[in-house]
C-alpha cells in the first residue's frame, strides 16, 4: 500500500517559482537553472520508479513511503527518496537519475560522473546519504522497542548508466532490477520479523514524523518580477487586472483564478504570510480586489 505519495521536494517547488520570477538577465539566473534542472532530473527519475512499484506484488501487508521527510534529534531533515516498509524488513533506496559512468571512491567519499564526451564531475556520495538515512532509521527502531532488519540501496534510473566502480558493502543496481531486488530480500527473510499490530504502529509512528522541509534561494526580494504572469504564455507576460478578473495583453488569456499562482510563488520565494498592502504591490493591482 502507497501510504505516502511522490511529492516534490521544497527546493524544486521554490526553484520552479525563481525560474518564473526571476529575470533572465539576472547574473545568477544561470547558477540557479542549473540548479532547477537538476533537481527537476531526479524528481522524474523518482516518479519513474513509482510506476515499476505498481508492476511488484508484495505477498504481505507492506506501506510504502515515497519522499519521507522525518526530523532527527538535531533538527536536520532526512530526504528518504522512498521506504518499504514490511513485516520481514525494512527498505531503503537512494534514487539517482543520472548517466554517463558512475564510480564512488570510499576513501574520498565521492561519486564521480565521466560523460560521454569525457567530461568528469564530482557529486556527493549517495552511499553516505543512504548510509545517513538508515542509521536514523535504525535509531528510531530502538526508540520504540521495534527489532527488525534494515536494508538499504542505491537505485540507478537510466539503464544505460554505466556502474563502474562501487563499495560491495551497498547494493547498486538500475531501475530495472528493482524487482528482483524486492524477491531477494524477501528470499532473506522468509520469516516475519514483527506483528501486524507492530506494521501499524510503525507505519504510523513514521508519518507522525514526516515534517516536508521548505527552501528558499538567498536572493534579493526585489529583484523578482512582481505582478500575475500569464501560464498560457509560459509566465513572460504579465497579466493586469481588470473588472474583477486578470486578462493578458499579449494572448488575451482571461482567469479569475491566475493569482493563485502568483501567491504561491511569493511563498515559496518570501513568506507563508502577506499583508493586504503587500498584496496589491505584488500583483500590481491599484485597490482591493472584490
Not at 526571476?22 to 520508479?49: A, H, I, N, V
Not at 506484488?57 to 516498509?85: K, R, Y
Not at 488575451?252 to 511563498?267: G, I, P, T, V
Request: glycine share 4%; proline share 4%; with cysteine.
Amino acid at each position: 500500500m502507497e501510504i505516502l505519495k511522490r511529492r516534490k521536494s521544497g527546493k524544486l517547488l521554490s526553484l520552479e517559482a525563481l525560474m518564473r520570477r526571476l529575470p533572465e538577465s539576472d547574473r545568477e539566473y544561470d547558477y540557479y537553472k542549473e540548479m532547477y534542472f537538476s533537481q527537476k532530473k531526479g524528481y522524474e527519475g523518482e516518479r519513474y520508479t513509482n510506476q515499476l512499484w505498481k508492476e511488484i506484488e508484495m505477498p504481505s501487508p507492506h506501506f510504502l513511503f515515497h519522499s519521507l521527510e522525518p526530523i532527527n534529534q538535531a533538527g536536520n531533515s532526512h530526504q528518504i527518496d522512498t521506504l518499504l516498509l514490511t513485516p520481514h524488513f525494512i527498505w531503503l533506496l537512494e534514487i539517482k537519475n543520472i548517466g554517463g559512468r558512475i564510480d564512488i571512491d570510499e576513501s574520498k567519499h565521492q561519486m564521480i560522473r565521466t560523460k560521454q564526451e569525457g567530461t568528469i564531475e564530482s557529486f556527493r556520495n549517495p552511499v553516505n546519504q543512504i548510509k545517513r538515512h538508515a542509521h536514523f532509521v535504525n535509531g528510531l527502531m530502538r526508540e520504540i522497542g521495534i527489532s527488525i532488519p534494515i536494508e538499504y540501496a542505491i537505485v540507478i534510473v537510466s539503464d544505460s548508466t554505466i556502474i563502474g566502480s562501487v563499495p560491495r558493502e551497498v547494493s547498486i543496481f538500475h531501475a530495472s532490477g528493482l524487482h528482483a531486488e524486492v524477491s531477494r530480500l524477501l528470499g532473506k527473510y522468509k520469516e516475519k520479523q514483527i506483528t501486524a499490530l507492530q506494521l501499524n504502529y510503525v507505519m504510523k509512528d513514521l508519518m507522525k514524523r514526516h515534517s516536508p522541509k521548505s527552501w528558499k534561494p538567498k536572493i534579493d526580494f526585489s529583484k523578482l518580477r512582481r505582478g500575475v504572469l500569464c501560464e498560457k504564455c509560459e509566465y513572460k507576460s504579465v497579466m493586469v487586472f481588470e473588472h474583477g478578473r486578470f486578462i493578458c495583453p499579449k494572448c488575451s488569456f482571461k482567469s479569475n483564478e491566475a493569482h493563485l499562482q502568483a501567491l504561491l510563488d511569493y511563498r515559496y520565494l518570501c513568506n507563508e504570510w502577506i499583508t493586504n498592502r503587500e498584496l496589491r504591490d505584488y500583483l500590481n493591482i491599484d485597490s482591493r480586489m472584490q
